[in-house]
């Protein structure tokens, strides 16, 4: 019966082959989608490891820098260090925002450390693939290759011009957002402090208030204004600990005495997976859904069809005396045959088209082989409905009876 239902194959090849390239392409979604989960899963990740962190201190009461905002004062970080078990403590700030260059606007997490830095140091990119790392207090910028900038370009953030010096590689957010690293204090001046109009507004109002303008302070008016052109705020402190300190402890020690919110890796990876991911999870789950239906309808209606058109043929079968068990296998191999060219079409398809995609997409072999499982499970459920169809014809129908 193999033989057999390999020339009712081929002469239906027309058939078969529109088709499994028709759930060939529906599979590649598939696969698609479920790589696109998994690279936002590996960049949160990512960004957890190349942050070099084991605590996470932000403002009290959310969730972190990467979830929600987060404002503390930069002399945390300061008090930070001096705490049992801290090795190393930096402060770090982030920005999602348009980045210009030349004459397109690229979305990046601009991100602000503090020049200079040892290589490791919390924050810190872990390596570079090409240029020098920020050494300058202004105006210098590493960024990922994922934006497509070159060593040399000068990209524009908020007012101010930054060449790129240095070029990182998988330095994300946890939207898969390249990262940008300039130097923290301009960071902190293109997040949180006001533009030129702003401040000269501000300075007005302050000049006509009397109690800053006293006549007998002098000072007091020109370093209220100073205080109104600088920032002292971050949005978290990256905490590394030394050898064989207990992150929980530490966190609770400084939760304590700080009144500070403190996130271990272990939360960290929560907040990112759990909260973050776990609705763009659900809408993929529910699109996959549609697509392993979509499938079974498209398997289950070209079977049946090809079933249609051979009633004569199966008819004369029974009158032969095959059995029915031989009749349904034949249909099953038919079904099977069209979701492993589907498959391989649909593999094929999304090898080739993850690199093309904006966003990080992971293809992971076990993904491949429970795809595989799942479309030769639909297309035997599929055939169910031929093989019932075939089981009822009556050999008279051979002789046309």
Partial sequence: MISLAGRDIVHAWGKFVFTGLGLGLLLGVTLVMAGV???????????????????????RDTLGPYAEPSSIPDDTERALRTMAGVAEAANVTYLTMQVRQGGRDVRAMVVGIVPGEAWGSPGWPPALVAGRRVTRGHYEAMADIATGFQLGDTIQIRRNDYTV????????SSSGDPMVFIPLKDAQEAQFLKDNDAIVQNRARTATNPAFNRPGVPGLLTSINASQTSSSTVNAVLVRLRPGANPDEVAESVRRWKRLTVYTRAEMEEILVGKLIATSAKQIGMFLAILAAVSAAIVAFIIYTLTMDKIREIAVLKLIGTRNRTIAWMILQQALALGLIGFAVGKITATFAAPLFPKYVLLMPQDSLA???????ICALASVIAIRMALRVDPAEAIGG
Avoid: E, F, H, P
């Avoid at 010096?165 to 330095?171: D, F, K």
């Fill in 165 to 172: 010096v240095g070029l990182t590689r998988r330095m994300v």
């Fill in 37 to 59: 989960y998994r690279g936002m899963v590996d960049d949160g990740k990512a960004l957890l490891d190349n942050s070099g962190a084991d605590l996470w201190v932000v403002q």
């Fill in 371 to 377: 795809g595989l499982a799942i479309v030769l499970v």
